[in-house]
């Protein structure tokens, strides 16, 4: 049964800094993964799709890495701004539909 | 170019009544996908439906709940005799329907919260 762990549970830095947040899943068959931003009764954006070929994706000021051998993915934010405030989600694809959630990391950057 | 609607966005209702769910996807999709999302925990599939089918209905509980996908208008996720435990944010995702629509990511709409007292 695939699960997925999201570390930290909760990160609050200091505006500018860059950051990892990390993912990781116990079944490296996995179609995709996708990482999300939640924000406070809001629904979820996505952010960035990895395809299980690939190794890393990226748009602006974030990049997403993926190693299905090793179950983990990790998204790096540069220059962290108070408005990345949110929760992130990671979503792994078992190779079908159902995305398995993990529980996020909530992120509080300071100005 | 809209995306994923969803109403309500607040519903409360008392034990024992219905709620009704509504999700249209985005243009174009025709693969529509429901999450809960528990207090504290990570979003759960649901259902699966394309349009006047349930592919996979398999993270539903058996009983009091239902979706459809019909194939004028939004689908419908209801849920009979509600209870307390179905307090929870109902999200909808559309996704596109040709053949990369495995690789195509999930759009979400802003969800449902859905309040039984």
């Known amino acids: 049964k695939q699960e997925v762990t999201q570390i930290p549970a909760a990160l609050s830095v200091p505006e500018g800094e860059n950051l990892v947040l990390n993912c990781s899943f116990t079944?490296?068959?996995?179609?995709?993964l996708q990482w999300f931003r939640q924000d406070p009764g809001k629904g979820l954006t996505s952010l960035l799709l990895?395809?299980?070929?690939?190794r890393e994706q990226t748009s602006g000021r974030l990049n997403a890495s993926l190693d299905k051998s090793s179950g983990r993915s990790t998204l790096y934010i540069a220059a962290s701004q108070p408005g990345d405030s949110a929760t992130y989600l990671c979503a792994v694809g078992p190779g079908t539909y159902k995305y398995i959630f993990g529980t996020g990391t909530r992120l509080k950057v300071l100005a | 170019n809209a995306g994923v609607m969803q109403n309500p966005r607040h519903l409360v209702r008392r034990r024992g009544q219905e709620a009704r769910l509504r999700c249209s996807p985005m243009k174009g999709h025709s693969h529509v996908y429901w999450y809960r999302q528990l207090p504290e925990e990570g979003l759960k599939f649901m259902v699966y439906l394309q349009k006047e089918n349930i592919i996979d209905e398999s993270g539903m509980p058996k009983e009091r709940f239902s979706a459809e996908f019909p194939k004028e208008g939004p689908s419908i996720l209801r849920i009979q005799q509600v209870v307390r435990g179905d307090s929870a944010a109902y999200f909808c995702?559309?996704?596109?329907?040709?053949?990369?629509?495995?690789?195509?990511?999930?759009?979400f709409g802003n969800g449902t919260r859905l309040t039984v007292t």
């Open positions: 079944d490296s068959a996995i179609y995709n």
């Open positions: 990895i395809q299980s070929s690939q």
């Open positions: 995702a559309s996704s596109r329907s040709d053949s990369s629509s495995y690789n195509s990511p999930l759009h």
